[in-house]
């Protein structure tokens, strides 16, 4: 190299030394918040399209989630899919909606809608239903589109489709991606068999589709007065199929899916949402991954399929008793069975439910969130903390009573008591888990420091009606932060507030870039672990100062 490229590459390394002195921490430095912090989408950078299509057996993943224990790692990790605010961004896994956007009512009735339904005209069956319980076809409408169609078990009328309609807003609500399902009433002579239609005997082999498969479809199915047949129909979803997503691992050929499934908040959550709901049925069955492109490339979406499993009923009739208060199998209630007989009870032994055909057994006045459980215990569900807890409840609790009265209605059921009934037991089960798990942690939220310095935050089990303020308020203890080291400095004495506000010190750093933490506890509290600080960390830009981390338990 020359003297000239040497002393031009001097001089190209010293102002770029000095540019980073006066910009903010890129990603990639040894630091707690990157200028980019807190992330509001999850970074899908890579192309995903060299990732192929898989095949879970049912049966292999229900063995392996009831006996297994997959996905083994430490326990009681921080969920790995949120940002320093401990927030989950948006992603091809969720969207954050409820508690974070201002829905509507209309908002949550149209759901993930964006159409009218199936184009009416005659309706082409392309193949029987050849996965799950209820009966259904897969169809093409009046101008080719494809259908999934399934309809309400015979003698159960409106329990199955009214399940998948009204479960489908709400877990698009909290965030899920999810099929648009739309309901229809299909009469036989409006069907007819597309000349591909193929279906697989028992024995597996494959044949031509006969009228008399599609009959068979219909005799399992609830026939109106009218002769026509209630169903949902599933619109096929966009992207290139590649079967479903397990509850623990990775996708190794997803360059994306780099956390391990059994530490991603959204599916942890799925303990508390699938106890809101009584989503027993959780397995990779009812997953689907999708191929497809988004800003120009090629990655993969994550949809919750099928969660039609909810509240009292299944594809083909009531919930069995004990779905929801027992798994499939637990040792240790197999053993007691055995040594007394068949004497140990159960409480799902002693429930009463008032049982409604469109609903079936569901249930809010002996419902403990704590203690629910799916059919299947999945590695993501065993492994939430209470902050996951914490941030699902904080969803559930958003649903006021008016927004699950409108939703429970979208089931469309022909007797106003079937949709009260629904609506009822989502509000009790809805309070039940806001009191487990709102006062289970810290429940400091909301926190800011406006254009005074003044800390204002607010307390979520306060706010919804399930605690009192500890009577002796808050001690609130300032910082300064250094970003690269971890080290803190304390900034005074901490101070004791009865209103959730606190005038910062005087001494609080005026600097662009500065970082304060803030340590906010109750004191002598009804519940113990809000005496556990809530530690949050503000960083002072243009603006003000905005908030950039928080941690309401420890990071492990």
Known sequence: MTRHHRLAVCTLVAIAAVLLQQTAVPRGATVKFYSDDPLQREPESQDASKVQEWDIDLMWDLGENLFANPGARTPMVKARDVNTADEVP???????????????????????????????????????????????????????????????????????????????????????????????????????????????????????MRFSDLQEVLRRSHKSADGSYRAVAAKALPGRALGGFRYFDTRTDD????????????????????????????????????????????????????VGSTFGTGANGPREYDEGWESLFEANLAMKRLVTLGFFLQPWQTVHYNEHPAIGRFEGVEFDPTEWKPRVPTAAF????????FWAARRVMAFPDEMIRAIASTGQYHDEAAAKLLADVL????????QAYLTAV?????????????????????????????????????ATFDNTTGNTTPIGSPT?????????????????????????????????????????????????????????????
Request: net charge neutral; hydrophobic share 40%; no cysteine.
């Open 90 to 208: 948006d992603s091809n896994w969720f969207t954050n909606r409820i508690g974070v956007e201002n829905l509507t009512i209309a908002d949550l009735v149209r759901g993930p809608l964006t159409g009218d339904g199936p184009a009416p005209g005659t309706w082409s069956v392309t193949r029987p239903k050849e996965a799950g319980f209820a009966p259904g076809f897969t169809m093409n409408d009046a101008k080719g589109e494809t259908w999934f169609v399934s309809f309400d078990a015979e003698g159960f009328p409106e329990a199955a489709t009214g399940a998948i309609l009204v479960a489908n807003k709400i877990f698009w609500a909290l965030g899920y991606w999810q099929v648009e399902n739309y309901l229809v009433h299909i009469k036989p002579e409006e069907l007819a068999i597309a000349p591909t239609a193929i279906v697989k005997t028992p024995a597996g082999k494959r044949r031509t």
């Open 255 to 306: 360059p994306n899916d780099v956390v391990p499934h059994q530490d991603r908040r959204v599916l942890r959550a799925l303990k508390v949402f699938g106890a809101w709901t009584n989503l027993v049925d959780m397995k990779a069955g009812n997953t689907h991954d999708a191929l497809i492109t988004e800003n120009g490339k090629s990655v993969v979406r994550h949809y919750l399929q099928d």
């Open 382 to 389: 065993v492994r939430a903390r209470a902050d996951d807890d």
């Open 427 to 434: 509000i009790q089960r809805r309070d039940k888990i806001g």
């Open 442 to 478: 810290n429940p400091v939220v909301n926190l800011a420091i406006d254009g005074t310095d003044t800390l204002r935050f607010q307390n979520a089990a306060v706010e919804a009606h399930l605690a009192t303020e500890p009577a002796s308020g808050y001690t609130v203890g300032w």
């Open 496 to 556: 004791a507030t009865l209103d959730r506000q606190a005038k910062a010190p005087v001494s609080l750093p005026s600097t662009s870039g500065a970082i304060v933490k803030v340590q906010i506890a109750a004191v002598n509290p009804e519940h113990r672990s809000w005496a556990t600080p809530v530690d949050a960390y503000f960083r002072r830009g243009a603006d003000g100062w905005a908030l950039v981390g928080l941690e309401r338990m420890p990071v492990q």
